[in-house]
Protein backbone atom coordinates (compact mmCIF):
# COMPACT_ATOMS: atom_id res chain seq x y z
CA UNK A 1 0.00 0.00 0.00
CA UNK A 2 0.88 3.21 -0.44
CA UNK A 3 2.34 5.43 2.98
CA UNK A 4 2.25 9.32 3.34
CA UNK A 5 4.49 10.30 5.28
CA UNK A 6 5.36 13.64 6.94
CA UNK A 7 7.80 15.09 9.28
CA UNK A 8 5.38 16.50 11.23
CA UNK A 9 3.32 14.33 13.70
CA UNK A 10 0.11 15.52 12.99
CA UNK A 11 -0.20 14.34 9.14
CA UNK A 12 -2.91 17.16 8.21
CA UNK A 13 -0.64 19.85 9.88
CA UNK A 14 2.12 18.37 6.63
CA UNK A 15 -0.58 17.91 4.49
CA UNK A 16 -3.48 20.53 4.73
CA UNK A 17 -6.08 18.95 2.40
CA UNK A 18 -8.41 15.44 3.96
CA UNK A 19 -6.59 12.32 3.43
CA UNK A 20 -8.70 8.95 2.93
CA UNK A 21 -7.10 5.54 3.35
CA UNK A 22 -9.63 2.16 2.89
CA UNK A 23 -8.59 -0.97 3.07
CA UNK A 24 -6.92 -0.98 -0.84
CA UNK A 25 -4.37 1.01 -1.72
CA UNK A 26 -5.41 1.71 -4.75
CA UNK A 27 -8.90 3.92 -3.47
CA UNK A 28 -6.45 5.82 -1.48
CA UNK A 29 -7.67 9.68 -2.44
CA UNK A 30 -7.50 13.27 -1.56
CA UNK A 31 -10.70 15.13 -1.49
CA UNK A 32 -9.20 18.38 -3.19
CA UNK A 33 -7.60 18.54 -6.26
CA UNK A 34 -3.89 19.52 -7.22
CA UNK A 35 -3.08 21.83 -8.93
CA UNK A 36 -2.16 21.31 -13.04
CA UNK A 37 0.91 20.10 -13.95
CA UNK A 38 2.55 21.27 -17.12
CA UNK A 39 4.53 18.87 -18.90
CA UNK A 40 7.49 19.26 -20.63
CA UNK A 41 9.21 17.54 -23.20
CA UNK A 42 10.09 13.67 -21.89
CA UNK A 43 13.64 12.26 -20.74
CA UNK A 44 14.32 8.75 -21.90
CA UNK A 45 17.32 7.10 -20.15
CA UNK A 46 18.16 3.56 -19.88
CA UNK A 47 18.55 3.77 -16.22
CA UNK A 48 16.35 0.17 -14.77
CA UNK A 49 14.86 2.30 -11.93
CA UNK A 50 13.94 4.84 -10.18
CA UNK A 51 14.55 7.19 -13.21
CA UNK A 52 12.79 10.82 -13.68
CA UNK A 53 11.60 10.21 -17.16
CA UNK A 54 9.53 13.68 -17.40
CA UNK A 55 10.16 17.55 -16.13
CA UNK A 56 7.54 19.44 -15.19
CA UNK A 57 7.37 23.12 -15.49
CA UNK A 58 8.04 24.56 -11.68
CA UNK A 59 7.73 28.47 -12.29
CA UNK A 60 9.13 28.77 -16.03
CA UNK A 61 11.98 26.23 -15.03
CA UNK A 62 12.16 22.68 -15.50
CA UNK A 63 11.98 20.66 -12.34
CA UNK A 64 15.75 18.90 -11.54
CA UNK A 65 15.46 15.12 -11.14
CA UNK A 66 14.86 13.44 -7.98
CA UNK A 67 15.17 17.04 -6.09
CA UNK A 68 12.18 16.92 -3.91
CA UNK A 69 12.94 20.24 -1.01
CA UNK A 70 10.17 19.42 1.35
CA UNK A 71 8.29 15.94 0.76
CA UNK A 72 5.69 15.93 3.10
CA UNK A 73 3.70 12.89 1.50
CA UNK A 74 4.18 10.86 -1.84
CA UNK A 75 1.52 9.04 -3.60
CA UNK A 76 2.02 6.48 -6.50
CA UNK A 77 -0.49 7.19 -9.69
CA UNK A 78 0.37 6.92 -13.93
CA UNK A 79 1.43 9.42 -15.52
CA UNK A 80 0.30 9.98 -19.57
CA UNK A 81 3.39 8.43 -20.71
CA UNK A 82 2.58 5.18 -18.88
CA UNK A 83 5.66 5.69 -16.03
CA UNK A 84 4.63 5.33 -12.48
CA UNK A 85 4.59 9.08 -10.66
CA UNK A 86 5.55 9.93 -7.04
CA UNK A 87 4.03 13.41 -6.41
CA UNK A 88 4.80 15.51 -3.34
CA UNK A 89 3.73 19.09 -2.47
CA UNK A 90 5.79 21.22 -0.13
CA UNK A 91 2.81 24.44 0.40
CA UNK A 92 -0.59 24.70 -1.27
CA UNK A 93 1.39 26.77 -3.78
CA UNK A 94 4.01 24.39 -5.14
CA UNK A 95 3.85 21.32 -7.07
CA UNK A 96 6.83 18.37 -8.24
CA UNK A 97 6.25 15.43 -9.88
CA UNK A 98 9.15 12.51 -10.28
CA UNK A 99 8.03 9.89 -12.54
CA UNK A 100 9.52 6.61 -11.84
CA UNK A 101 10.56 3.94 -15.16
CA UNK A 102 10.89 0.78 -13.23
CA UNK A 103 7.28 -1.07 -12.59
CA UNK A 104 8.75 -4.30 -11.44
CA UNK A 105 10.49 -3.04 -7.94
CA UNK A 106 7.73 -3.29 -5.13
CA UNK A 107 9.30 -1.01 -3.55
CA UNK A 108 12.00 1.65 -2.96
CA UNK A 109 13.21 5.24 -2.12
CA UNK A 110 14.17 8.05 -3.27
CA UNK A 111 16.50 11.04 -1.59
CA UNK A 112 15.39 14.87 -1.47
CA UNK A 113 18.09 17.68 -1.63
CA UNK A 114 18.28 17.99 1.76
CA UNK A 115 18.80 13.97 2.71
CA UNK A 116 14.95 13.47 3.41
CA UNK A 117 13.68 10.01 2.15
CA UNK A 118 10.51 9.44 0.91
CA UNK A 119 9.75 5.68 0.20
CA UNK A 120 7.34 4.14 -2.28
CA UNK A 121 6.00 0.68 -2.10
CA UNK A 122 3.53 -1.83 -4.56
CA UNK A 123 1.41 -4.39 -3.09
CA UNK A 124 1.00 -5.94 -6.66
CA UNK A 125 2.53 -7.32 -9.19
CA UNK A 126 4.21 -5.41 -11.77
CA UNK A 127 1.92 -4.52 -15.10
CA UNK A 128 -1.54 -4.41 -12.71
CA UNK A 129 -3.52 -1.28 -11.86
CA UNK A 130 -5.32 -2.01 -8.77
CA UNK A 131 -2.41 -1.00 -6.22
CA UNK A 132 -2.63 2.64 -7.80
CA UNK A 133 -4.44 4.90 -5.93
CA UNK A 134 -6.28 8.02 -7.10
CA UNK A 135 -4.17 10.91 -6.69
CA UNK A 136 -6.99 13.55 -5.51
CA UNK A 137 -9.79 13.59 -8.22
CA UNK A 138 -7.10 14.37 -11.56
CA UNK A 139 -7.86 11.63 -13.88
CA UNK A 140 -4.61 9.51 -15.19
CA UNK A 141 -4.10 7.41 -17.63
CA UNK A 142 -3.87 3.62 -16.61
CA UNK A 143 -0.38 1.70 -17.45
CA UNK A 144 -2.00 -0.96 -19.24
CA UNK A 145 -3.18 0.79 -21.89
CA UNK A 146 -0.97 1.71 -25.16
CA UNK A 147 0.71 4.79 -24.31
CA UNK A 148 -0.95 8.18 -25.92
CA UNK A 149 -4.50 8.38 -27.62
CA UNK A 150 -4.85 8.84 -30.92
CA UNK A 151 -4.06 12.17 -32.39
CA UNK A 152 -7.78 14.35 -33.79
CA UNK A 153 -8.31 14.17 -37.22
CA UNK A 154 -6.32 16.27 -39.62
CA UNK A 155 -9.10 16.08 -42.91
CA UNK A 156 -12.06 17.80 -43.04
CA UNK A 157 -14.41 14.71 -44.05
CA UNK A 158 -11.87 11.98 -44.39
CA UNK A 159 -10.17 12.92 -47.62
CA UNK A 160 -8.08 9.55 -47.58
CA UNK A 161 -9.89 6.50 -47.68
CA UNK A 162 -8.27 3.25 -47.38
CA UNK A 163 -7.93 1.18 -51.36
CA UNK A 164 -10.79 -0.85 -52.00
CA UNK A 165 -10.92 -3.29 -54.20
CA UNK A 166 -12.95 -3.52 -57.18
CA UNK A 167 -13.67 -1.98 -60.67
CA UNK A 168 -11.91 1.27 -60.83
CA UNK A 169 -14.06 4.62 -62.43
CA UNK A 170 -14.23 7.95 -62.10
CA UNK A 171 -17.10 10.45 -63.01
CA UNK A 172 -16.18 11.06 -66.63
CA UNK A 173 -15.98 7.44 -67.39
CA UNK A 174 -18.88 7.02 -65.49
CA UNK A 175 -20.99 9.60 -67.82
CA UNK A 176 -19.76 8.52 -71.07
CA UNK A 177 -20.90 4.89 -70.28
CA UNK A 178 -24.37 6.09 -69.48
CA UNK A 179 -24.68 7.99 -72.46
CA UNK A 180 -23.60 5.23 -74.73
CA UNK A 181 -25.14 1.85 -73.14
CA UNK A 182 -27.55 2.82 -70.83
CA UNK A 183 -30.83 1.10 -71.72
CA UNK A 184 -32.98 3.46 -71.17
CA UNK A 185 -31.27 6.03 -72.86
CA UNK A 186 -31.16 3.35 -76.29
CA UNK A 187 -34.81 2.84 -75.72
CA UNK A 188 -34.78 6.69 -76.55
CA UNK A 189 -32.46 6.70 -79.28
CA UNK A 190 -34.52 4.02 -81.01
CA UNK A 191 -37.84 5.78 -80.74
CA UNK A 192 -35.88 8.24 -82.74
CA UNK A 193 -35.24 5.79 -85.49
CA UNK A 194 -39.00 4.59 -85.01
CA UNK A 195 -39.87 8.36 -86.10
CA UNK A 196 -37.50 8.65 -88.67
CA UNK A 197 -38.63 5.28 -90.34
CA UNK A 198 -42.24 6.39 -90.29
CA UNK A 199 -41.13 10.01 -91.96
CA UNK A 200 -39.39 7.93 -94.96
CA UNK A 201 -42.55 5.98 -94.97
CA UNK A 202 -44.63 9.18 -95.06
CA UNK A 203 -42.72 10.58 -97.73
CA UNK A 204 -42.85 7.67 -100.39
CA UNK A 205 -46.64 7.59 -100.04
CA UNK A 206 -47.44 8.70 -103.50
CA UNK A 207 -45.16 6.21 -105.22
CA UNK A 208 -46.17 2.96 -106.74
CA UNK A 209 -45.98 -0.67 -105.51
CA UNK A 210 -44.72 -3.43 -107.91
CA UNK A 211 -46.36 -6.78 -107.61
CA UNK A 212 -45.49 -10.01 -109.65
CA UNK A 213 -47.49 -13.08 -109.75
CA UNK A 214 -49.67 -15.77 -111.92
CA UNK A 215 -52.79 -17.28 -112.03
CA UNK A 216 -54.80 -19.92 -113.50
CA UNK A 217 -58.67 -19.78 -113.76
CA UNK A 218 -60.85 -23.13 -114.70
CA UNK A 219 -64.96 -22.91 -115.21
CA UNK A 220 -67.19 -26.03 -116.22
CA UNK A 221 -70.79 -25.27 -116.46
CA UNK A 222 -72.94 -22.64 -116.65
CA UNK A 223 -71.82 -19.00 -116.99
CA UNK A 224 -73.39 -15.66 -118.02
CA UNK A 225 -71.92 -14.02 -121.17
CA UNK A 226 -71.73 -10.06 -121.90
CA UNK A 227 -74.82 -9.71 -123.49
CA UNK A 228 -76.77 -11.33 -120.88
CA UNK A 229 -77.29 -14.54 -121.72
CA UNK A 230 -76.82 -17.73 -120.04
CA UNK A 231 -74.61 -20.54 -121.45
CA UNK A 232 -73.18 -23.75 -120.88
CA UNK A 233 -69.70 -23.59 -121.59
CA UNK A 234 -65.77 -25.24 -120.53
CA UNK A 235 -63.09 -23.22 -120.14
CA UNK A 236 -59.87 -22.29 -118.99
CA UNK A 237 -57.25 -19.21 -118.58
CA UNK A 238 -53.91 -18.83 -117.44
CA UNK A 239 -52.07 -14.98 -116.67
CA UNK A 240 -48.11 -14.52 -115.28
CA UNK A 241 -46.49 -11.46 -115.38
CA UNK A 242 -46.70 -8.15 -113.38
CA UNK A 243 -50.12 -8.48 -111.56
CA UNK A 244 -52.17 -10.81 -110.99
CA UNK A 245 -55.76 -12.20 -111.32
CA UNK A 246 -56.57 -11.54 -114.43
CA UNK A 247 -59.71 -13.68 -115.37
CA UNK A 248 -62.25 -12.94 -118.39
CA UNK A 249 -62.42 -9.49 -119.87
CA UNK A 250 -61.64 -7.43 -116.99
CA UNK A 251 -58.32 -5.44 -115.43
CA UNK A 252 -56.50 -7.71 -113.05
CA UNK A 253 -57.96 -7.85 -109.51
CA UNK A 254 -54.54 -6.89 -108.27
CA UNK A 255 -52.46 -4.39 -110.83
CA UNK A 256 -48.58 -4.92 -111.50
CA UNK A 257 -47.86 -1.13 -110.39
CA UNK A 258 -49.94 -0.03 -108.18
CA UNK A 259 -50.56 3.92 -106.65
CA UNK A 260 -53.52 4.06 -103.99
CA UNK A 261 -52.70 6.93 -101.42
CA UNK A 262 -55.05 9.83 -100.15
CA UNK A 263 -53.93 13.10 -101.35
CA UNK A 264 -54.17 14.79 -98.06
CA UNK A 265 -51.81 12.19 -96.04
CA UNK A 266 -49.22 12.64 -99.02
CA UNK A 267 -49.15 16.31 -98.22
CA UNK A 268 -49.37 16.79 -94.75
CA UNK A 269 -48.23 13.24 -93.49
CA UNK A 270 -44.28 14.34 -94.05
CA UNK A 271 -45.38 17.05 -92.15
CA UNK A 272 -46.46 15.94 -89.21
CA UNK A 273 -43.93 13.17 -89.09
CA UNK A 274 -40.85 15.72 -89.63
CA UNK A 275 -42.21 17.04 -86.11
CA UNK A 276 -42.49 13.90 -84.56
CA UNK A 277 -39.09 13.08 -85.38
CA UNK A 278 -37.90 16.52 -84.07
CA UNK A 279 -40.06 15.77 -80.72
CA UNK A 280 -38.39 12.28 -80.36
CA UNK A 281 -34.74 13.75 -81.25
CA UNK A 282 -35.77 16.02 -77.88
CA UNK A 283 -36.86 13.69 -75.90
CA UNK A 284 -34.12 11.40 -76.75
CA UNK A 285 -31.75 14.18 -75.09
CA UNK A 286 -34.25 14.71 -72.06
CA UNK A 287 -33.90 11.27 -71.14
CA UNK A 288 -30.03 11.40 -71.73
CA UNK A 289 -30.05 14.18 -69.57
CA UNK A 290 -32.62 12.89 -66.30
CA UNK A 291 -29.76 9.60 -67.13
CA UNK A 292 -26.98 11.50 -66.62
CA UNK A 293 -28.13 13.38 -64.05
CA UNK A 294 -29.09 10.72 -61.89
CA UNK A 295 -25.87 9.03 -62.79
CA UNK A 296 -24.09 12.32 -61.02
CA UNK A 297 -25.86 11.64 -57.84
CA UNK A 298 -25.63 7.87 -57.85
CA UNK A 299 -21.40 8.44 -58.08
CA UNK A 300 -22.11 11.65 -55.64
CA UNK A 301 -23.84 9.13 -53.24
CA UNK A 302 -21.12 6.38 -54.14
CA UNK A 303 -18.51 8.46 -52.81
CA UNK A 304 -20.18 9.96 -50.20
CA UNK A 305 -20.71 6.31 -48.85
CA UNK A 306 -17.36 5.74 -48.94
CA UNK A 307 -16.19 8.84 -47.49
CA UNK A 308 -18.55 8.33 -44.56
CA UNK A 309 -16.82 5.05 -44.19
CA UNK A 310 -13.67 7.15 -43.61
CA UNK A 311 -15.30 9.04 -40.92
CA UNK A 312 -17.17 6.12 -39.21
CA UNK A 313 -13.73 4.13 -38.67
CA UNK A 314 -12.00 6.89 -37.33
CA UNK A 315 -14.96 7.88 -34.91
CA UNK A 316 -14.58 3.66 -34.26
CA UNK A 317 -11.11 4.00 -33.23
CA UNK A 318 -11.72 7.21 -30.77
CA UNK A 319 -14.47 5.28 -29.14
CA UNK A 320 -12.67 1.98 -29.01
CA UNK A 321 -9.61 4.26 -27.42
CA UNK A 322 -11.95 5.76 -24.81
CA UNK A 323 -13.75 2.29 -24.10
CA UNK A 324 -10.19 0.82 -23.19
CA UNK A 325 -9.45 3.85 -20.63
CA UNK A 326 -12.97 3.97 -19.16
CA UNK A 327 -12.17 0.10 -18.66
CA UNK A 328 -8.93 0.49 -17.36
CA UNK A 329 -10.04 3.26 -14.87
CA UNK A 330 -12.81 1.70 -13.42
CA UNK A 331 -10.58 -1.52 -12.85
CA UNK A 332 -8.18 0.92 -10.97
CA UNK A 333 -11.22 2.41 -9.13
CA UNK A 334 -10.04 5.69 -10.89
CA UNK A 335 -13.31 5.78 -12.49
CA UNK A 336 -16.82 4.76 -12.33
CA UNK A 337 -18.20 1.40 -13.90
CA UNK A 338 -21.13 3.30 -15.61
CA UNK A 339 -18.83 5.69 -17.58
CA UNK A 340 -16.72 2.74 -18.94
CA UNK A 341 -20.28 0.99 -19.57
CA UNK A 342 -21.40 4.52 -21.05
CA UNK A 343 -18.36 3.74 -23.57
CA UNK A 344 -18.78 0.34 -24.13
CA UNK A 345 -21.98 1.29 -25.32
CA UNK A 346 -21.13 4.05 -27.61
CA UNK A 347 -18.19 1.63 -29.04
CA UNK A 348 -20.91 -0.68 -29.79
CA UNK A 349 -23.21 2.03 -31.76
CA UNK A 350 -19.95 2.92 -33.46
CA UNK A 351 -18.76 -0.48 -34.92
CA UNK A 352 -22.81 -0.68 -36.22
CA UNK A 353 -22.32 2.70 -37.64
CA UNK A 354 -19.08 0.91 -39.48
CA UNK A 355 -21.52 -1.87 -40.64
CA UNK A 356 -24.30 0.22 -42.23
CA UNK A 357 -21.55 2.36 -43.67
CA UNK A 358 -20.54 -0.80 -45.55
CA UNK A 359 -23.53 -1.22 -46.43
CA UNK A 360 -24.50 2.18 -48.17
CA UNK A 361 -21.45 1.90 -50.51
CA UNK A 362 -22.70 -2.04 -51.61
CA UNK A 363 -25.84 -0.07 -51.82
CA UNK A 364 -24.53 2.60 -53.46
CA UNK A 365 -22.43 0.73 -55.93
CA UNK A 366 -25.22 -1.83 -56.85
CA UNK A 367 -27.32 1.44 -58.17
CA UNK A 368 -24.73 3.07 -59.97
CA UNK A 369 -23.70 -0.62 -61.72
CA UNK A 370 -27.77 -0.49 -63.04
CA UNK A 371 -27.14 2.76 -64.55
CA UNK A 372 -24.10 1.73 -66.11
CA UNK A 373 -25.47 -1.76 -67.45
CA UNK A 374 -22.41 -2.88 -65.24
CA UNK A 375 -22.11 -5.98 -62.97
CA UNK A 376 -23.84 -5.29 -59.67
CA UNK A 377 -21.84 -8.17 -58.03
CA UNK A 378 -18.87 -6.08 -58.46
CA UNK A 379 -18.24 -3.23 -56.04
CA UNK A 380 -17.65 0.36 -58.47
CA UNK A 381 -14.65 2.10 -56.59
CA UNK A 382 -14.43 5.97 -57.39
CA UNK A 383 -10.70 7.54 -58.11
CA UNK A 384 -11.21 10.69 -56.47
CA UNK A 385 -9.50 10.41 -53.55
CA UNK A 386 -12.12 12.92 -51.74
CA UNK A 387 -15.39 14.20 -51.99
CA UNK A 388 -14.63 17.97 -52.34
CA UNK A 389 -17.33 20.78 -53.75
CA UNK A 390 -18.16 20.64 -57.96
CA UNK A 391 -18.42 23.83 -59.75
CA UNK A 392 -19.93 22.43 -62.69
CA UNK A 393 -22.48 25.85 -63.12
CA UNK A 394 -20.91 29.32 -62.59
CA UNK A 395 -22.91 31.04 -61.33
CA UNK A 396 -22.05 34.86 -62.61
CA UNK A 397 -25.22 36.00 -63.43
CA UNK A 398 -28.74 36.56 -62.12
CA UNK A 399 -31.94 33.84 -61.71
CA UNK A 400 -33.67 35.64 -64.16
CA UNK A 401 -30.91 35.11 -66.79
CA UNK A 402 -30.26 31.24 -65.44
CA UNK A 403 -34.14 30.61 -66.15
CA UNK A 404 -33.97 32.53 -69.85
CA UNK A 405 -31.02 30.09 -70.29
CA UNK A 406 -32.86 26.99 -69.73
CA UNK A 407 -36.17 27.72 -71.85
CA UNK A 408 -33.57 28.27 -74.61
CA UNK A 409 -31.99 24.87 -73.99
CA UNK A 410 -34.25 22.43 -72.28
CA UNK A 411 -35.27 19.62 -74.69
CA UNK A 412 -38.61 19.33 -72.92
CA UNK A 413 -39.85 22.63 -73.43
CA UNK A 414 -38.40 21.64 -77.18
CA UNK A 415 -40.20 18.66 -77.41
CA UNK A 416 -43.59 20.35 -76.36
CA UNK A 417 -43.27 22.50 -79.08
CA UNK A 418 -42.71 20.11 -81.75
CA UNK A 419 -45.60 18.59 -80.59
CA UNK A 420 -47.88 21.59 -80.84
CA UNK A 421 -46.79 22.27 -84.23
CA UNK A 422 -47.37 18.00 -84.93
CA UNK A 423 -50.84 19.00 -84.08
CA UNK A 424 -50.95 21.95 -85.65
CA UNK A 425 -50.13 19.96 -89.24
CA UNK A 426 -52.62 17.34 -87.95
CA UNK A 427 -55.49 20.06 -87.45
CA UNK A 428 -54.43 21.54 -91.72
CA UNK A 429 -54.82 17.76 -92.40
CA UNK A 430 -58.69 17.42 -91.84
CA UNK A 431 -59.42 20.94 -92.69
CA UNK A 432 -58.11 19.84 -97.01
CA UNK A 433 -59.23 16.51 -96.34
CA UNK A 434 -62.94 16.71 -97.97
CA UNK A 435 -61.19 18.91 -101.07
CA UNK A 436 -58.27 16.42 -101.48
CA UNK A 437 -59.27 13.68 -103.43
CA UNK A 438 -58.10 9.70 -102.57
CA UNK A 439 -56.28 8.04 -105.72
CA UNK A 440 -55.52 4.92 -107.45
CA UNK A 441 -53.70 4.41 -110.37
CA UNK A 442 -53.13 0.60 -111.70
CA UNK A 443 -50.98 -1.12 -114.31
CA UNK A 444 -50.27 -4.89 -115.10
CA UNK A 445 -48.52 -6.24 -118.04
CA UNK A 446 -47.96 -10.11 -118.90
CA UNK A 447 -48.54 -12.98 -121.26
CA UNK A 448 -52.55 -14.90 -120.66
CA UNK A 449 -54.14 -17.56 -122.96
CA UNK A 450 -56.90 -19.93 -123.27
CA UNK A 451 -59.85 -21.74 -124.81
CA UNK A 452 -62.34 -24.65 -124.38
CA UNK A 453 -62.08 -27.28 -121.76
CA UNK A 454 -58.26 -27.68 -120.86
CA UNK A 455 -56.79 -26.51 -123.65
CA UNK A 456 -54.66 -22.85 -123.41
CA UNK A 457 -54.20 -21.30 -126.72
CA UNK A 458 -53.39 -17.67 -128.31
CA UNK A 459 -51.46 -17.36 -125.60
CA UNK A 460 -49.70 -13.94 -125.99
CA UNK A 461 -48.90 -9.96 -124.22
CA UNK A 462 -51.72 -8.27 -122.60
CA UNK A 463 -51.64 -4.80 -120.91
CA UNK A 464 -53.97 -3.06 -118.48
CA UNK A 465 -53.93 0.47 -117.09
CA UNK A 466 -56.32 2.57 -114.52
CA UNK A 467 -56.97 5.40 -112.92
CA UNK A 468 -59.31 6.59 -110.37
CA UNK A 469 -59.70 9.38 -108.32
CA UNK A 470 -62.39 10.92 -105.83
CA UNK A 471 -63.48 12.69 -103.08
CA UNK A 472 -65.29 11.86 -99.67
CA UNK A 473 -67.22 13.87 -97.16
CA UNK A 474 -67.42 11.52 -94.50
CA UNK A 475 -70.75 11.22 -92.47
CA UNK A 476 -72.40 13.84 -95.10
CA UNK A 477 -70.34 16.65 -93.09
CA UNK A 478 -70.86 15.28 -89.38
CA UNK A 479 -67.60 12.99 -89.41
CA UNK A 480 -65.71 16.11 -91.10
CA UNK A 481 -66.83 18.20 -88.13
CA UNK A 482 -65.55 15.57 -85.65
CA UNK A 483 -61.90 15.12 -86.93
CA UNK A 484 -61.82 18.89 -86.86
CA UNK A 485 -62.54 19.33 -83.37
CA UNK A 486 -60.60 16.23 -82.04
CA UNK A 487 -57.29 17.81 -83.81
CA UNK A 488 -57.94 21.39 -81.86
CA UNK A 489 -58.72 19.68 -78.92
CA UNK A 490 -54.97 17.80 -79.24
CA UNK A 491 -53.47 21.52 -80.26
CA UNK A 492 -54.82 22.88 -77.14
CA UNK A 493 -53.50 19.74 -75.06
CA UNK A 494 -49.99 20.47 -76.55
CA UNK A 495 -50.01 24.19 -75.94
CA UNK A 496 -51.12 23.12 -72.31
CA UNK A 497 -48.42 20.68 -72.25
CA UNK A 498 -45.73 23.26 -73.29
CA UNK A 499 -46.75 26.39 -71.20
CA UNK A 500 -46.73 23.27 -68.50
CA UNK A 501 -43.03 22.41 -69.04
CA UNK A 502 -42.23 26.22 -69.42
CA UNK A 503 -43.18 26.33 -65.84
CA UNK A 504 -41.75 23.50 -64.63
CA UNK A 505 -38.30 23.98 -66.18
CA UNK A 506 -38.62 27.80 -64.22
CA UNK A 507 -39.16 25.99 -61.03
CA UNK A 508 -36.35 23.73 -61.57
CA UNK A 509 -33.93 26.43 -62.08
CA UNK A 510 -35.06 28.22 -59.32
CA UNK A 511 -35.02 25.22 -57.25
CA UNK A 512 -31.66 24.12 -57.78
CA UNK A 513 -30.07 27.69 -57.60
CA UNK A 514 -31.50 28.16 -54.06
CA UNK A 515 -30.31 24.72 -53.10
CA UNK A 516 -26.35 25.82 -54.77
CA UNK A 517 -26.43 29.19 -52.87
CA UNK A 518 -27.98 27.57 -49.65
CA UNK A 519 -25.83 24.74 -49.35
CA UNK A 520 -22.54 26.89 -50.73
CA UNK A 521 -23.06 28.64 -47.30
CA UNK A 522 -23.43 25.38 -45.38
CA UNK A 523 -20.43 23.95 -46.39
CA UNK A 524 -18.26 27.35 -45.02
CA UNK A 525 -20.47 27.03 -41.66
CA UNK A 526 -19.81 22.72 -41.88
CA UNK A 527 -15.73 23.39 -42.19
CA UNK A 528 -16.14 26.22 -38.79
CA UNK A 529 -17.89 23.38 -36.94
CA UNK A 530 -15.22 20.76 -38.11
CA UNK A 531 -12.92 23.16 -37.05
CA UNK A 532 -14.52 23.96 -32.99
CA UNK A 533 -15.07 20.33 -33.24
CA UNK A 534 -11.24 18.97 -33.86
CA UNK A 535 -9.86 22.07 -30.73
CA UNK A 536 -12.88 20.49 -28.74
CA UNK A 537 -11.55 17.40 -28.90
CA UNK A 538 -7.59 18.12 -28.65
CA UNK A 539 -8.38 20.30 -26.00
CA UNK A 540 -10.31 17.19 -23.90
CA UNK A 541 -7.42 14.68 -25.13
CA UNK A 542 -4.72 17.24 -23.13
CA UNK A 543 -6.95 17.47 -20.21
CA UNK A 544 -6.79 13.88 -19.43
CA UNK A 545 -3.30 13.63 -20.62
CA UNK A 546 -2.55 16.49 -17.99
CA UNK A 547 -4.45 14.41 -15.30
CA UNK A 548 -7.33 17.34 -15.51
CA UNK A 549 -10.25 14.92 -16.28
CA UNK A 550 -11.91 11.71 -16.78
CA UNK A 551 -11.62 9.77 -20.07
CA UNK A 552 -15.44 9.92 -20.28
CA UNK A 553 -15.34 13.82 -20.37
CA UNK A 554 -14.30 13.41 -23.84
CA UNK A 555 -17.13 11.28 -25.17
CA UNK A 556 -19.33 14.12 -26.25
CA UNK A 557 -16.27 15.86 -28.02
CA UNK A 558 -15.91 12.47 -29.88
CA UNK A 559 -19.75 12.70 -30.94
CA UNK A 560 -19.20 16.71 -31.76
CA UNK A 561 -16.49 15.68 -33.77
CA UNK A 562 -18.25 12.61 -35.79
CA UNK A 563 -21.40 15.13 -36.43
CA UNK A 564 -19.27 18.08 -37.58
CA UNK A 565 -17.24 15.76 -40.31
CA UNK A 566 -20.96 14.30 -41.09
CA UNK A 567 -22.70 17.73 -41.33
CA UNK A 568 -19.77 18.66 -43.96
CA UNK A 569 -19.55 15.68 -45.45
CA UNK A 570 -23.41 16.08 -46.02
CA UNK A 571 -23.13 19.34 -46.98
CA UNK A 572 -20.69 18.74 -49.89
CA UNK A 573 -22.52 15.61 -51.35
CA UNK A 574 -25.76 18.32 -51.50
CA UNK A 575 -24.02 20.67 -52.94
CA UNK A 576 -22.45 18.62 -55.83
CA UNK A 577 -25.92 17.11 -56.54
CA UNK A 578 -27.76 20.60 -56.35
CA UNK A 579 -24.94 21.52 -59.02
CA UNK A 580 -25.86 18.47 -61.25
CA UNK A 581 -29.77 19.19 -60.94
CA UNK A 582 -29.24 22.52 -61.54
CA UNK A 583 -26.71 21.22 -64.66
CA UNK A 584 -29.61 19.32 -65.84
CA UNK A 585 -32.33 22.16 -65.29
CA UNK A 586 -30.36 24.11 -67.83
CA UNK A 587 -30.71 21.85 -70.21
CA UNK A 588 -27.33 20.14 -69.58
CA UNK A 589 -25.44 22.86 -71.37
CA UNK A 590 -22.04 21.28 -70.87
CA UNK A 591 -21.46 18.13 -73.40
CA UNK A 592 -21.09 14.30 -72.37
Known amino acids: MVEPRSNSANQN ?9 PQQASEISLVKPLPKLQPVNPLVTDEPCAVPVTYYQQGGEPSPPLKIDHPPASF ?21 TDEVADFSATSGETSGANGQKVSFHQSNPAGTTSAIPLLGRQPSVPAELPPGPPEPPRSIAGDSATPVEGLPIDLGTALQLTAGQNPQVAFAQQRVQEAFARLDAAEVLWLPSIRAGANYNKHEGRIQDVAGKMIETSRGSLYNGFGAGAVGAGSPAVPGLIMNFELRDAIFQPRIAERTVAARRQASRAVTNDMLMDTSLAYVELLEALQARVIAGETLMHAQRLAELTAAFARAGQGLQSDADRAATELNARQVDLRGAD ?34 VILDCELPELVSQGLRNRPELAEARFLVGEAVQALQRERYAPLMPSVLLGMSYGGNGGGLGGNIENYGDRMDFDAMAFWQVRNIGLGERAAKNEANARISQARSRQIQVMDQVAADIAE ?16 RGIESAAESYRRNLERIGDGQGLPIEALQAIQALDQARRQYLQAVADYNKAQFRLQRALGWPIRV
Do not use: C, M, N
Open 359 to 392: ERIQVASVRLARLLSQDPSILLVPQEPALIPIDV
Open 512 to 527: AHAQVIARRDQIGIAE
Open 76 to 96: WQVSPSGFAQIAWQSDESKLA
Open 13 to 21: EAWPYPVTQ
